[in-house]
Protein backbone atom coordinates (compact mmCIF):
# COMPACT_ATOMS: atom_id res chain seq x y z
CA UNK A 1 0.00 0.00 0.00
CA UNK A 2 1.48 3.15 -1.00
CA UNK A 3 2.15 5.64 1.64
CA UNK A 4 1.76 9.12 -0.24
CA UNK A 5 4.04 11.98 0.47
CA UNK A 6 1.97 14.79 -1.36
CA UNK A 7 -1.78 15.11 -2.54
CA UNK A 8 -3.02 17.61 -5.58
CA UNK A 9 -6.59 18.14 -5.67
CA UNK A 10 -7.85 19.53 -9.04
CA UNK A 11 -10.84 20.48 -10.19
CA UNK A 12 -13.81 23.20 -9.53
CA UNK A 13 -16.50 23.70 -6.64
CA UNK A 14 -16.93 19.98 -5.26
CA UNK A 15 -13.15 19.90 -4.68
CA UNK A 16 -12.44 23.24 -3.42
CA UNK A 17 -15.17 22.21 -0.89
CA UNK A 18 -17.98 24.09 -1.22
CA UNK A 19 -20.54 24.22 1.64
CA UNK A 20 -18.75 22.18 3.89
CA UNK A 21 -17.49 24.08 7.00
CA UNK A 22 -15.42 26.97 6.91
CA UNK A 23 -12.02 26.94 8.27
CA UNK A 24 -9.46 29.64 8.68
CA UNK A 25 -11.72 31.47 5.78
CA UNK A 26 -11.80 28.98 3.41
CA UNK A 27 -14.05 26.01 3.11
CA UNK A 28 -12.72 22.58 4.41
CA UNK A 29 -14.14 19.48 1.81
CA UNK A 30 -13.70 16.06 1.22
CA UNK A 31 -10.14 16.49 0.11
CA UNK A 32 -8.57 18.91 3.18
CA UNK A 33 -10.16 15.70 5.29
CA UNK A 34 -8.54 13.58 2.78
CA UNK A 35 -4.96 14.97 3.30
CA UNK A 36 -6.05 15.39 7.27
CA UNK A 37 -5.83 11.10 7.43
CA UNK A 38 -2.63 10.77 4.50
CA UNK A 39 -0.73 13.29 6.63
CA UNK A 40 -0.74 10.85 9.97
CA UNK A 41 1.04 8.38 7.57
CA UNK A 42 4.61 10.50 6.51
CA UNK A 43 5.35 13.43 8.86
CA UNK A 44 6.74 15.12 5.05
CA UNK A 45 3.53 15.06 3.62
CA UNK A 46 2.05 18.20 1.70
CA UNK A 47 -0.86 18.94 0.15
CA UNK A 48 -2.17 21.38 -2.44
CA UNK A 49 -5.67 22.05 -3.55
CA UNK A 50 -5.77 24.06 -7.47
CA UNK A 51 -9.55 23.37 -7.29
CA UNK A 52 -11.53 26.74 -8.09
CA UNK A 53 -15.35 26.97 -8.19
CA UNK A 54 -17.19 27.31 -11.52
CA UNK A 55 -14.53 26.22 -13.47
CA UNK A 56 -15.17 23.94 -16.86
CA UNK A 57 -13.61 20.94 -17.89
CA UNK A 58 -11.16 23.10 -20.36
CA UNK A 59 -9.89 25.48 -17.98
CA UNK A 60 -9.26 22.66 -15.24
CA UNK A 61 -7.51 20.53 -17.77
CA UNK A 62 -5.45 23.89 -19.22
CA UNK A 63 -4.43 25.56 -16.25
CA UNK A 64 -4.29 23.21 -13.29
CA UNK A 65 -3.03 20.09 -14.80
CA UNK A 66 0.16 22.09 -16.19
CA UNK A 67 0.68 23.61 -12.33
CA UNK A 68 0.37 20.14 -10.84
CA UNK A 69 2.46 18.24 -12.66
CA UNK A 70 5.29 20.67 -11.37
CA UNK A 71 5.13 18.70 -8.28
CA UNK A 72 4.44 15.12 -9.08
CA UNK A 73 7.49 13.19 -7.73
CA UNK A 74 5.88 9.75 -8.92
CA UNK A 75 3.60 7.43 -7.84
CA UNK A 76 3.79 8.82 -3.93
CA UNK A 77 1.78 11.66 -5.40
CA UNK A 78 -1.73 11.34 -5.42
CA UNK A 79 -3.68 13.34 -7.47
CA UNK A 80 -7.52 13.29 -7.92
CA UNK A 81 -9.41 14.88 -11.07
CA UNK A 82 -13.08 15.92 -11.15
CA UNK A 83 -14.20 18.47 -13.51
CA UNK A 84 -17.18 18.22 -16.10
CA UNK A 85 -20.23 18.41 -13.98
CA UNK A 86 -20.07 22.15 -15.02
CA UNK A 87 -20.03 21.63 -18.72
CA UNK A 88 -22.80 18.78 -18.02
CA UNK A 89 -25.34 21.86 -17.00
CA UNK A 90 -24.44 24.21 -19.75
CA UNK A 91 -27.56 24.21 -22.39
CA UNK A 92 -24.73 24.40 -25.10
CA UNK A 93 -23.26 21.02 -23.67
CA UNK A 94 -21.28 18.65 -26.38
CA UNK A 95 -20.69 15.32 -24.66
CA UNK A 96 -18.42 14.20 -27.63
CA UNK A 97 -16.22 16.95 -27.36
CA UNK A 98 -16.45 17.41 -23.49
CA UNK A 99 -15.41 13.19 -23.19
CA UNK A 100 -12.37 13.52 -25.86
CA UNK A 101 -11.16 16.61 -23.41
CA UNK A 102 -11.78 14.70 -20.01
CA UNK A 103 -9.30 11.62 -21.73
CA UNK A 104 -7.09 14.13 -22.67
CA UNK A 105 -6.75 15.17 -19.06
CA UNK A 106 -6.34 11.95 -17.69
CA UNK A 107 -3.75 10.92 -20.11
CA UNK A 108 -1.69 14.45 -19.01
CA UNK A 109 -1.55 13.34 -15.37
CA UNK A 110 -1.01 9.82 -16.09
CA UNK A 111 1.94 10.59 -18.07
CA UNK A 112 3.67 12.56 -14.95
CA UNK A 113 3.78 9.12 -13.02
CA UNK A 114 1.67 10.27 -10.71
CA UNK A 115 -1.25 8.31 -8.71
CA UNK A 116 -4.84 9.32 -10.40
CA UNK A 117 -8.48 9.03 -8.80
CA UNK A 118 -11.27 10.02 -10.76
CA UNK A 119 -14.77 10.01 -9.70
CA UNK A 120 -17.74 9.29 -11.36
CA UNK A 121 -21.09 11.18 -10.17
CA UNK A 122 -24.75 10.41 -8.94
CA UNK A 123 -26.66 10.09 -12.05
CA UNK A 124 -30.29 10.25 -10.77
CA UNK A 125 -32.04 12.74 -8.70
CA UNK A 126 -35.03 13.16 -6.65
CA UNK A 127 -38.26 14.02 -9.36
CA UNK A 128 -39.68 12.44 -12.59
CA UNK A 129 -39.36 15.30 -14.89
CA UNK A 130 -37.70 16.72 -17.79
CA UNK A 131 -35.03 18.44 -15.88
CA UNK A 132 -34.93 14.78 -13.95
CA UNK A 133 -34.21 12.54 -16.86
CA UNK A 134 -31.83 15.02 -18.54
CA UNK A 135 -29.86 15.26 -15.76
CA UNK A 136 -29.90 11.38 -16.03
CA UNK A 137 -29.08 11.18 -19.60
CA UNK A 138 -26.51 13.70 -19.61
CA UNK A 139 -24.62 12.29 -16.53
CA UNK A 140 -24.57 8.56 -16.75
CA UNK A 141 -23.50 8.97 -20.24
CA UNK A 142 -21.01 11.50 -18.23
CA UNK A 143 -19.88 9.15 -16.02
CA UNK A 144 -19.31 5.88 -18.74
CA UNK A 145 -16.95 8.18 -20.81
CA UNK A 146 -15.06 8.42 -16.81
CA UNK A 147 -15.18 4.55 -16.45
CA UNK A 148 -13.46 4.09 -19.63
CA UNK A 149 -10.78 6.51 -19.85
CA UNK A 150 -10.00 5.39 -15.93
CA UNK A 151 -10.16 1.78 -17.32
CA UNK A 152 -7.82 2.47 -19.99
CA UNK A 153 -5.23 4.74 -18.27
CA UNK A 154 -4.94 2.64 -14.69
CA UNK A 155 -6.99 5.59 -12.82
CA UNK A 156 -8.45 4.61 -9.77
CA UNK A 157 -12.32 4.76 -9.96
CA UNK A 158 -14.44 6.56 -6.67
CA UNK A 159 -17.60 5.11 -8.09
CA UNK A 160 -21.13 6.73 -7.28
CA UNK A 161 -22.57 3.43 -7.95
CA UNK A 162 -21.05 2.18 -4.52
CA UNK A 163 -23.30 4.75 -2.61
CA UNK A 164 -26.60 5.56 -4.37
CA UNK A 165 -28.28 6.59 -1.02
CA UNK A 166 -26.03 9.90 -1.24
CA UNK A 167 -28.66 11.13 -3.91
CA UNK A 168 -30.26 12.01 -0.59
CA UNK A 169 -30.90 15.17 -0.43
CA UNK A 170 -30.59 15.49 2.54
CA UNK A 171 -26.24 14.91 2.07
CA UNK A 172 -26.71 18.30 0.05
CA UNK A 173 -26.48 21.82 0.68
CA UNK A 174 -29.30 24.48 0.24
CA UNK A 175 -28.63 24.98 -3.08
CA UNK A 176 -29.18 21.23 -3.77
CA UNK A 177 -25.98 20.81 -5.85
CA UNK A 178 -22.71 21.26 -3.35
CA UNK A 179 -22.02 18.49 -0.91
CA UNK A 180 -22.65 19.72 3.21
CA UNK A 181 -20.49 19.11 5.73
CA UNK A 182 -22.12 15.29 6.03
CA UNK A 183 -21.79 14.80 2.35
CA UNK A 184 -18.45 16.00 2.47
CA UNK A 185 -16.84 13.77 5.22
CA UNK A 186 -18.44 10.55 3.57
CA UNK A 187 -16.78 11.09 0.51
CA UNK A 188 -13.67 11.48 2.14
CA UNK A 189 -13.79 8.27 3.99
CA UNK A 190 -14.56 6.40 0.43
CA UNK A 191 -11.62 7.70 -1.08
CA UNK A 192 -9.79 6.79 1.94
CA UNK A 193 -11.62 3.04 1.52
CA UNK A 194 -10.37 3.37 -1.85
CA UNK A 195 -7.00 3.87 -1.29
CA UNK A 196 -6.68 1.37 1.13
CA UNK A 197 -6.86 3.48 3.88
CA UNK A 198 -8.18 3.05 7.04
CA UNK A 199 -11.67 4.80 6.98
CA UNK A 200 -14.79 4.80 9.29
CA UNK A 201 -17.49 2.07 7.65
CA UNK A 202 -20.47 4.23 8.54
CA UNK A 203 -19.66 6.51 5.83
CA UNK A 204 -21.94 3.50 3.84
CA UNK A 205 -24.95 3.41 6.24
CA UNK A 206 -28.13 4.97 4.46
CA UNK A 207 -29.95 7.52 6.93
CA UNK A 208 -33.52 7.12 7.98
CA UNK A 209 -36.30 7.66 5.86
CA UNK A 210 -37.21 11.49 5.80
CA UNK A 211 -39.90 12.74 7.33
CA UNK A 212 -42.88 13.47 4.64
CA UNK A 213 -43.15 17.58 3.61
CA UNK A 214 -46.44 18.43 3.14
CA UNK A 215 -46.89 20.07 -0.36
CA UNK A 216 -47.29 23.66 0.81
CA UNK A 217 -43.55 23.32 2.49
CA UNK A 218 -42.14 21.75 -0.66
CA UNK A 219 -43.26 24.53 -2.69
CA UNK A 220 -42.42 27.27 -0.33
CA UNK A 221 -38.74 25.86 -0.55
CA UNK A 222 -38.70 25.36 -4.29
CA UNK A 223 -39.28 29.16 -4.38
CA UNK A 224 -36.99 30.34 -2.10
CA UNK A 225 -33.95 27.68 -3.90
CA UNK A 226 -35.32 29.42 -7.22
CA UNK A 227 -34.84 33.37 -5.83
CA UNK A 228 -31.56 32.88 -3.81
CA UNK A 229 -30.03 29.65 -6.16
CA UNK A 230 -31.20 29.19 -9.44
CA UNK A 231 -32.08 33.10 -10.70
CA UNK A 232 -28.17 34.60 -9.79
CA UNK A 233 -26.85 31.47 -11.21
CA UNK A 234 -29.15 32.64 -14.54
CA UNK A 235 -28.03 35.94 -14.38
CA UNK A 236 -24.06 34.91 -14.18
CA UNK A 237 -24.90 32.93 -17.08
CA UNK A 238 -26.33 35.42 -19.15
CA UNK A 239 -23.85 37.99 -18.06
CA UNK A 240 -21.21 35.59 -19.50
CA UNK A 241 -19.06 35.45 -15.19
CA UNK A 242 -18.53 32.23 -13.30
CA UNK A 243 -18.45 32.25 -9.27
CA UNK A 244 -14.85 31.19 -9.57
CA UNK A 245 -13.90 34.51 -11.63
CA UNK A 246 -11.42 36.78 -9.56
CA UNK A 247 -10.63 33.72 -6.92
CA UNK A 248 -7.49 31.70 -7.06
CA UNK A 249 -7.19 28.78 -5.83
CA UNK A 250 -7.01 27.29 -1.50
CA UNK A 251 -2.93 26.12 -1.51
CA UNK A 252 -1.05 26.53 -4.62
CA UNK A 253 1.96 25.74 -3.35
CA UNK A 254 3.32 22.39 -1.13
CA UNK A 255 1.86 22.95 2.21
CA UNK A 256 2.81 20.93 5.09
CA UNK A 257 -0.39 19.24 6.26
CA UNK A 258 -0.62 18.04 10.17
Not at 53 to 74: N, S, Y
Not at 87 to 112: C, H, M, W
Request: hydrophobic letters at 40%; charged letters at 25%.
Amino acid sequence: MTVFTRFIALGDSMTEGMCDEIIDGKYRGWADRVADALSKENPNFTYLNLAIRGKLLHQVIDDQIPEAAKFVTGPETLVSFHAGANDVLRPNYQAEDAFAKYEKGISDLTKTGATVIVFTVIDRVEGNGKTAQLWHERFSAFNVNVRQVANKYGAIIIESDNAKWMADLRFLARDRLHLNSDGHWRLSQAVLENLGKESDPKWKIPLAPATPKSKLRKNLENIIWIIIFVIPWIWRRVRGRSSGDGRSAKYVQPTAWK
